[in-house]
Nanobody, 123 residues
Framework: QVRLVESGGGLVQPGDSLELSCEASGRTFSSYDMGWFRQAPGKEREVVATITWDGRNTYYDDSVKGRFTISKDRAKATGHLQMTMLNPDDTAVYYC????????????????WGQGTQVTVSS
């Protein structure tokens, strides 16, 4: 059973930084692509950033480019999303996902998902 557990969400003020973590079980993580997605109430789940299995290629949605950084540690089976300059539009549940030959912006293309962690940006 593949399990992904996100952590690090919380309530922050505009302009603050926050780091999300994704811990994966087993040996799957090291050979799978990883992505971060987010979903706000009443909205479709959307891509935030993706990274290939070897960490050599990344993709960022235009809304977070220059503010967020995606990374993965294959040895520790852990992924991260470093978020800076947060604004209220970043408020959403953030999900970690992995899959073989994924690295796309479409949630349907990703095989395994975590339970999500809430990020709220408010004054």
């Amino acid at each position: 059973q593949v399990r992904l557990v996100e952590s690090g969400g919380g309530l922050v003020q505009p302009g603050d930084s926050l780091e999300l973590s994704c811990e994966a079980s087993g040996r799957t993580f090291s050979s799978y692509d990883m992505g971060w997605f987010r979903q706000a109430p009443g909205k479709e789940r959307e891509v935030v950033a993706t990274i290939t299995w070897d960490g050599r290629n990344t993709y960022y949605d235009d809304s977070v480019k220059g503010r967020f950084t995606i990374s993965k540690d294959r040895a520790k089976a852990t992924g991260h999303l470093q978020m800076t300059m947060l604004n209220p539009d970043d408020t959403a549940v953030y999900y970690c996902a992995i899959g073989p030959h994924a690295s796309t912006s479409e949630p349907i293309d990703w095989r395994f998902w975590g339970q999500g962690t809430q990020v709220t940006v408010s004054s």
